[in-house]
Structures are given as C-alpha cells and as structure tokens.
C-alpha cells in the first residue's frame, strides 16, 4: 500500500544527497589534511601549542588554542575522601562544588595535585583581508 507521503522523496532527490554526501567526505578530508599542514607550520613558526598568526596572500590565518581543564575522577575522588570532603562526591567530582571548596578556601590547589588534567585543542581560522 502506498502512502500519501511518497511524492516527498524522489529518486533524484536521493541521487543528490548521494553524491553530495560523498563530495562533503572528500571535502572534509582535504580540509583535514590543510589543518594539519597549517598545525605544522605554526608547530615550527611559534612552538607546539603556541596561537599565532599569519597573512599570506591577501588571507590572514590564525591558530587558537583552547585549553580546557578536567578533575581526574578516580584520583580526585580519593584524595576528597582521604580529605573528609564526602559532601563535595556524588559518583563523581562536583566540579562546580570542589571549584567553590577552592575559592572559598576550604581546598588548596595542593590539596588536588595531580587530580587536574589538561588539555588543549587546535583551531584553524582563515578570513580574506582587505588588500592595499
């Protein structure tokens, strides 16, 4: 039996999401492997996980670096017991509480050495600035 809805989707309709599917794949990997050579370069112009940028040809490009900061569960959680600090443990770190316990000064950075991870993530931007 057929449905109403059937003249929605047609076969061309399809078709083209097929093979824009496909293209958006190939572009993706081509704009992957140009991260990855602009990475590089600012890895050699202003060192590993340094921001930077440049202008080349009438663009000007910059790398940003986010870096975001994560209590390591198991870790935190031990050193918050072995503290007596059960109120600020659910199944995991509170991050919100254990960050007040800090700023109120009921916790010291030393308190949770080595509970702290880091890490950073690369951003490409590329924009055409005005020529002179």
């Known amino acids: 039996m057929k449905h109403d809805v059937d003249y929605l989707l047609t076969k061309e309709m399809v078709i083209l999401y097929d093979e824009l599917n496909r293209k958006k794949k190939e572009v993706e990997a081509e704009l992957d492997q140009l991260k990855k050579a602009f990475n590089q370069y600012f890895d050699i112009a202003v060192g590993k996980n340094e921001k930077g940028e440049a202008i080349i040809g009438g663009y000007k490009i910059q790398r940003q670096i986010r870096t975001t900061e994560k209590f390591d569960q198991e870790t935190t959680v031990k050193r918050l017991e072995e503290l007596n600090m059960m109120d600020l443990i659910q199944k995991k770190p509170d991050e919100v509480k254990v960050r007040s316990a800090m ?14 991870k880091t890490s950073s993530t690369q951003a490409i931007y590329v924009k055409k600035v005005a020529e002179k």
């Open 103 to 116: 700023n109120l000064g009921l916790l010291k950075d030393q308190d949770l050495e080595g509970c702290i």
